[in-house]
């Protein structure tokens, strides 16, 4: 078999988990499969999404960031702020994703010219950007933002029926996806986690791929963190706990290994849609919440178990 | 690859498994009016258990079937549990936010689909909601400088520690205990811990530094009031200790005779009421804005 018909083989696991998730849920409760619902669904999901898809490139180098949900509550209080004095809110939306980019950058300096493990370096600024949204808003919800239609419709608009947040998830993912299989700097991410010394035989400025990694998962965060705050049209101090966990998860899930060098972004949308779905689908058959964790552990686990099989 | 398959049928299979085991067969007809649904705050904390206790009781007792779900602590996850709720069709919402300005916009999601919305402990900033039920703080603070009049005296020198400023429940509690301690009491030192009991420590400490003489502590939760009885006890000092909320360790404290009395919350009061309004509302009967729950002195 040619590596090619194996990758899309790769990608096929998640996707038949995704179908027989969806066959069992829509014949235990009809109203899962109604379209509004499935809109419900893909509002729910495009958080987690856009956040993994940056995940995606940084596991990819064979790194990890463990402050996306810090980052998102950085940037949220960080664009609450700007709309309560004034800002134009489209305006503030571009300077949330600004503020994540650096955020994220400079996870991305510390990882490589300070030759910090990635595990270590955004554990440290997970608590330090949690600890400054805290400080930021004196541990207060900034609330009371704007009436503006744009800045609602961010998070809680419908364009041609489908959510907003799922059409800004759908061309992240696009422009992501051409980034990753038809440019360069995608090669570049996957030489980067396949082998470092070869990477760096091969002429690959490997720093700088390392900083753009980071720099792109802040900037998606950041946006991630402008849908929550639309979406609650208010910034929570303690938005995006935990986030860090279903974002891995969804990479994990959609066949990205940990170890670097080998997944795609298609698996990352395919995860995130399992969570989502089981997120969804529990409620709606009306699990108990404590069994939800239950089920989403172990889906999480045969997932990586799943992944060592193929290693 | 067929052990990727496997794992993945298995992954499936458990999920089936759960989700059938917990329900019963009436899950295709979800569609029909009369599910109430009740999306808490957390289930990490027993307060918020106790009160989807009461829910659960209640609903069985009348014979009502109500859709839990668990927010925990998530403003985010608990907009995506209440659409998931409204889409899956319930016909009364009864909320206890993580949140009070989050919140807003799932009530006013709600509000669009004319499903009415009942709030429980914390209310909703913005939002049409049809009652809202939570523990009468003013009476409680009342009840606490009344309980000090009676058991140290009248004119007794009193200090109060406060919440998180600006909180309702801080505003609330502050408000019936000087509304009975500004008369008949002498309160020498009024300061914040927010709500946490490393800070009551500290700020207790503090305060019988400055006052050797207070004889009575009011401590607007249970946590501040037991950081409290820790700096009574480092000063050698026996002091009459009020707490309010009534946790688990409260009761403990009032039990070993450290903590004088806590004025307890009912959060299955809280659970029961909103059943018991929540039918009354599919009925079409009217309900009051704001529901007091009644709160009781627990002391030994």
Same mark, same amino acid.
């Given at each position: 078999?040619?590596?090619? +018909?194996?990758?899309?083989?790769?990608?096929?696991?998640?996707?038949?988990?995704?179908?027989?998730?969806?066959?069992?849920?829509?014949?235990?409760?009809?109203?899962? &499969?109604?379209?509004?619902?499935?809109?419900?669904?893909?509002?729910?999901?495009?958080?987690?999404?856009?956040?993994?898809?940056?995940?995606?490139?940084?596991?990819?180098? #064979?790194?990890? *960031?463990?402050?996306?949900?810090?980052?998102?509550?950085?940037?949220?209080?960080?664009?609450?702020?700007?709309?309560?004095?004034?800002? *134009?809110?489209?305006? +503030?939306?571009?300077?949330? +994703?600004?503020?994540?980019?650096?955020?994220?950058?400079?996870?991305?300096?510390?990882?490589?010219?300070?030759?910090?493990?990635?595990?270590?370096?955004? &554990?440290?600024?997970?608590?330090?950007?949690?600890?400054?949204?805290?400080?930021?808003?004196?541990?207060?919800?900034?609330?009371?933002?704007?009436?503006?239609?744009?800045?609602?419709?961010?998070?809680?608009?419908?364009?041609?029926? $489908?959510?907003?947040?799922?059409?800004?998830?759908?061309?992240?993912?696009?422009? $992501?996806?051409?980034?990753?299989?038809?440019?360069?700097? #995608?090669?570049?991410?996957?030489?980067?986690?396949?082998?470092?010394?070869?990477?760096?035989?091969?002429?690959?400025?490997? *720093?700088?791929?390392?900083?753009?990694?980071?720099?792109?998962?802040?900037?998606?965060?950041?946006?991630?963190?402008?849908?929550?705050?639309?979406?609650?049209?208010?910034?929570?101090?303690?938005?995006?706990?935990?986030?860090?966990?279903?974002?891995?998860?969804?990479?994990? &899930?959609?066949?990205?290994? $940990?170890?670097?060098?080998?997944?795609?972004?298609?698996?990352?949308?395919?995860?995130?849609?399992?969570?989502?779905?089981?997120?969804?689908?529990?409620?709606?058959?009306?699990?108990?919440?404590?069994?939800?964790?239950?089920?989403?552990?172990?889906?999480?686990?045969?997932?990586? $178990? +799943?992944?060592?099989?193929?290693? | 690859?067929?052990?990727?398959?496997?794992?993945?049928?298995?992954?499936?299979? /458990?999920?089936?498994? /759960?989700?059938?085991?917990?329900?019963? @067969?009436?899950?295709?007809?979800?569609?029909?009016?009369?599910?109430?649904?009740?999306?808490?705050?957390?289930?990490?904390?027993?307060?918020?258990?106790?009160?989807?206790?009461?829910?659960?009781?209640?609903?069985?007792?009348?014979?009502?079937?109500?859709?839990? /779900?668990?927010?925990?602590?998530?403003?985010?996850?608990?907009?995506?549990?209440?659409?998931?709720?409204?889409?899956?069709?319930?016909?009364?919402?009864?909320?206890?936010?993580?949140?009070?300005?989050?919140?807003?916009?799932?009530?006013?999601?709600?509000?669009?689909?004319?499903?009415?919305?009942?709030?429980?402990?914390?209310?909703?900033?913005?939002?049409?909601?049809?009652?809202?039920?939570?523990?009468?703080?003013?009476?409680?603070?009342?009840? !606490?400088?009344?309980?000090?009049?009676?058991?140290?005296?009248?004119?007794?020198?009193?200090?109060?520690?406060?919440?998180?400023?600006? !909180?309702?429940?801080?505003?609330?509690?502050?408000?019936?205990?000087?509304?009975?301690?500004?008369?008949?009491?002498?309160?020498?030192?009024?300061?914040? @811990?927010?709500f946490?009991r490393?800070?009551g420590?500290? /700020?207790?400490?503090?305060?019988?530094?400055?006052?050797?003489?207070?004889?009575?502590?009011?401590a607007h939760n249970d946590e501040m009031a037991l950081g409290a009885i820790?700096? !009574?006890?480092?000063?050698?000092?026996?002091?009459?200790i009020v707490g309010f909320d009534g946790t688990a360790d409260a009761d403990?404290a009032v039990?070993?005779?450290?903590l004088?009395?806590t004025i307890a919350q009912?959060?299955?009061?809280?659970?029961?009421?909103?059943?018991?309004?929540?039918?009354?509302?599919?009925?079409?009967? @009217?309900?009051?804005?704001?529901?007091?729950?009644?709160?009781?002195?627990v002391?030994?």
């Amino acid at each position: 078999m040619d590596s090619k +018909a194996l990758q899309y083989i790769k990608k096929l696991g998640p996707l038949i988990g995704l179908i027989l998730l969806f066959i069992i849920i829509s014949v235990m409760n009809d109203s899962f &499969l109604e379209f509004s619902n499935l809109r419900n669904l893909l509002r729910q999901v495009s958080i987690n999404a856009i956040i993994a898809f940056g995940m995606t490139f940084v596991i990819l180098t #064979g790194g990890i *960031d463990l402050s996306v949900g810090s980052i998102l509550a950085l940037s949220s209080a960080v664009m609450a702020n700007l709309i309560v004095t004034g800002t *134009d809110p489209v305006l +503030a939306i571009v300077l949330a +994703a600004g503020a994540g980019l650096v955020l994220g950058g400079i996870n991305g300096l510390v990882i490589t010219y300070g030759r910090v493990a990635p595990f270590i370096a955004t &554990l440290a600024t997970m608590t330090i950007y949690r600890g400054a949204t805290l400080v930021f808003t004196d541990g207060n919800p900034i609330s009371g933002l704007t009436q503006d239609p744009l800045f609602h419709g961010f998070g809680q608009g419908d364009i041609a029926g $489908l959510p907003v947040p799922a059409i800004t998830m759908f061309l992240a993912f696009i422009a $992501l996806w051409f980034v990753l299989s038809r440019t360069s700097l #995608g090669r570049k991410t996957y030489a980067v986690g396949g082998s470092e010394k070869v990477s760096y035989i091969a002429g690959i400025k490997i *720093d700088r791929v390392k900083i753009f990694v980071y720099a792109l998962t802040g900037m998606l965060c950041g946006i991630a963190g402008a849908i929550i705050t639309s979406r609650l049209n208010s910034a929570q101090p303690t938005a995006g706990a935990g986030y860090e966990l279903d974002a891995i998860a969804a990479v994990v &899930l959609g066949g990205t290994s $940990l170890a670097g060098g080998r997944g795609h972004i298609v698996g990352t949308l395919i995860g995130a849609l399992i969570i989502g779905t089981l997120n969804n689908g529990l409620n709606i058959l009306d699990v108990s919440s404590f069994y939800q964790q239950v089920v989403k552990g172990i889906v999480i686990l045969l997932a990586v $178990l +799943a992944d060592r099989k193929k290693a | 690859m067929k052990k990727l398959l496997l794992l993945l049928a298995m992954a499936v299979m /458990v999920i089936g498994l /759960v989700a059938g085991c917990g329900k019963s @067969a009436d899950n295709g007809g979800d569609k029909k009016s009369g599910t109430i649904g009740f999306s808490v705050s957390t289930l990490n904390n027993p307060f918020f258990v106790t009160m989807k206790e009461g829910v659960e009781a209640q609903a069985k007792a009348l014979g009502l079937k109500v859709k839990i /779900v668990d927010a925990q602590n998530d403003p985010a996850k608990q907009a995506n549990d209440i659409s998931d709720l409204l889409e899956s069709g319930v016909s009364v919402l009864i909320i206890n936010p993580v949140d009070s300005a989050a919140i807003s916009t799932s009530v006013e999601a709600a509000n669009a689909k004319n499903i009415p919305v009942i709030t429980v402990d914390r209310s909703a900033d913005k939002g049409k909601v049809v009652a809202h039920i939570a523990s009468d703080n003013v009476k409680g603070g009342e009840m !606490a400088a009344q309980l000090i009049v009676e058991k140290v005296g009248k004119a007794a020198k009193v200090a109060e520690i406060e919440g998180i400023p600006g !909180a309702s429940a801080t505003r609330e509690r502050g408000q019936g205990f000087h509304n009975v301690a500004d008369k008949d009491l002498t309160v020498v030192a009024k300061q914040s @811990a927010d709500f946490d009991r490393t800070k009551g420590l500290n /700020v207790a400490t503090n305060i019988l530094q400055a006052n050797p003489d207070v004889q009575a502590i009011f401590a607007h939760n249970d946590e501040m009031a037991l950081g409290a009885i820790q700096a !009574a006890k480092s000063a050698g000092k026996t002091i009459f200790i009020v707490g309010f909320d009534g946790t688990a360790d409260a009761d403990k404290a009032v039990k070993d005779g450290t903590l004088a009395a806590t004025i307890a919350q009912q959060p299955d009061q809280m659970g029961k009421i909103a059943i018991d309004t929540a039918q009354k509302v599919i009925k079409g009967e @009217a309900v009051e804005a704001k529901i007091p729950v009644d709160l009781k002195v627990v002391k030994k």
